[in-house]
């Protein structure tokens, strides 16, 4: 089983709608979580950390579940400049080790 | 402008070859991390610093190399015991708080 795992998509959704992905990861030591947004040759960039309460930034809402192994971001009102490839990355406490999962892709059609 | 930067942004090399990448940041970050990215698949790690002339090997640390002789700089040498060079390779530096940040990448490709 993979350290993280995500669903490799594509989600294809109309603009304005509402989509979720999930993350798990295995290790029940995991310390720190984190989405970053992935553009198709570029770098990642940090959309947002993970906090345990939760936490949303604009249209962006991101969710920790500690009993399950699993995060989700959910983006609402979808626009088009969304589409991107996201990516979930976890580190385990007492380690410097960042695991990424291979990303989950989100295309917003017109 | 604060940030990291990896130079250059494409590398072409003849198999055989040794070449190094270069990564700087003005960050004032303590760690830095070099990966590699293959299509389809997440970011693998190869070298981690976290401090100056301190570096550990990550899971793919075969055929690479690395400095830290300052804390701004963090160049990967990619040597011709590298069995498949070709990819994507990122920089990063871990904030305070863990948050990573990346360097733009450098795009290389070993014929």
């Known amino acids: 089983r993979k350290e993280v795992e995500q669903d490799p998509g594509p989600f294809n959704v109309p603009e304005g709608a509402t989509v979720a992905f999930n993350c798990t990861y295995s290790?029940?030591?995991?310390?720190?979580f984190f989405w970053y947004r992935q553009d198709c040759r570029k770098e990642p960039k940090l959309l947002m950390s993970?906090?345990?309460s939760g936490n949303e930034d604009g249209r962006f809402t991101a969710q920790l579940n500690r009993a399950s192994q699993y995060i989700s971001l959910l983006i609402r009102d979808s626009k088009l400049s969304d589409s991107a490839t996201y990516l979930c990355?976890?580190?385990?406490?007492?380690?410097?080790?960042?695991?990424f999962g291979t990303g989950t892709r989100l295309k917003v059609l017109a | 402008d604060g940030g990291i930067t990896q130079s250059p942004k494409y590398l072409f090399r003849k198999e055989g070859q040794n070449v190094t990448l270069s990564c700087e940041q003005n960050?004032?970050?303590?760690?830095m991390y070099w990966y590699r990215q293959d299509p389809g698949q997440g970011l693998r790690l190869i070298y981690y610093s976290q401090i100056v002339n301190d570096f550990q090997k990550g899971d793919i640390a075969e055929g690479y190399s690395v400095s830290r002789e300052k804390k701004e700089s963090f160049p990967l040498t990619v040597t011709s015991a590298q069995k498949n060079p070709t990819a994507f390779y990122l920089c990063a530096t871990t904030s305070g708080s863990y948050e990573q940040y990346f360097g733009p990448g450098t795009r290389l490709t070993v014929t």
């Open positions: 990355v976890v580190k385990t406490s007492g380690t410097y080790k960042y695991i």
């Open positions: 960050l004032n970050h303590d760690a």
């Open positions: 290790n029940s030591a995991s310390q720190s």
């Open positions: 993970v906090y345990s």
